[in-house]
């Protein structure tokens, strides 16, 4: 495969890249099936879209203050922050903004933030399996050479489509995290717990991988995130099963 044109079409002069554009069809995806959902965990589609409409912005905003941090060397200007349409979202930034932001909201509506987190992160992954594609478009989040027959062709040089594992491994997971979630969650926080064991898992291998990496002094901060992440997750997998077990209306556990 070769890089595409990133750009989809031009409205007035300005160009709506594809990068933008499958982030937003992911994220308004995810909203709708979360919404949809929301009954199996005793909430209300309108609790899904009122946390949605504060964690959407908020989690973008802190994807690019996040990719921006580690890239202060290049990021000279204003200008230069305030342009995303080329890229330069960090997942991980707009997983802890956007975590941060539903818990502060679920507060407000006295709504349970771990049940509604549960509720929330297949759909997060499934997103980023759309989302990932955006990268793809864009030329970036790309490995190494390879002379593997999936690879992509990069400024001239086939390498490993990172995004392309990423994508897939998003996508199995939002299959699993709802099976799961709809069949075997027994405590609040388990779902969401599991997405940051599993999630965290895959991105410390793929990040091997990849030659565009953010660093922590000589270690990719994506790695040493995603070990603490995996480490946290499942200490507060056991906490949370023991700690919130589920009741259903008539008061007995699920």
Known sequence: MTQPDPIAFTIGGIDIRWYGILIAVGMCLAVFISAARAPRHNLKSDDVLDVSIWILPIGVICARLYYVLFNLDYYHTIGQVLNIRSGGLAIHGGLIGGIITLCIVCRVKKVS???????????????????????????????????LPWGIIVDGVKVHPTFLYESIWCLFLFIFLSWWDKNKRKSYGQTLCLYGILYSAERFCVEELRTDSLMIGPYKQAQVLSAAVIV???????????????KDIQGETK
């Not at 933030?113 to 989302?131: E, F, K, R, W, Y």
């Not at 946290?232 to 589920?246: T, V």
Request: glycine share 10%; with cysteine; charged share 15%.
């Open 113 to 147: 933030s771990l049940n509604m987190l549960d509720l929330l992160m297949p759909c997060v992954a499934l997103a980023q399996a759309i989302g990932r594609w955006g990268n793809f478009f864009n030329g970036e989040a790309h490995g190494g050479p390879t002379d």
């Open 232 to 246: 946290f997750c499942i200490i507060f997998f056991i906490f949370c099963s023991r700690k919130y077990k589920i």
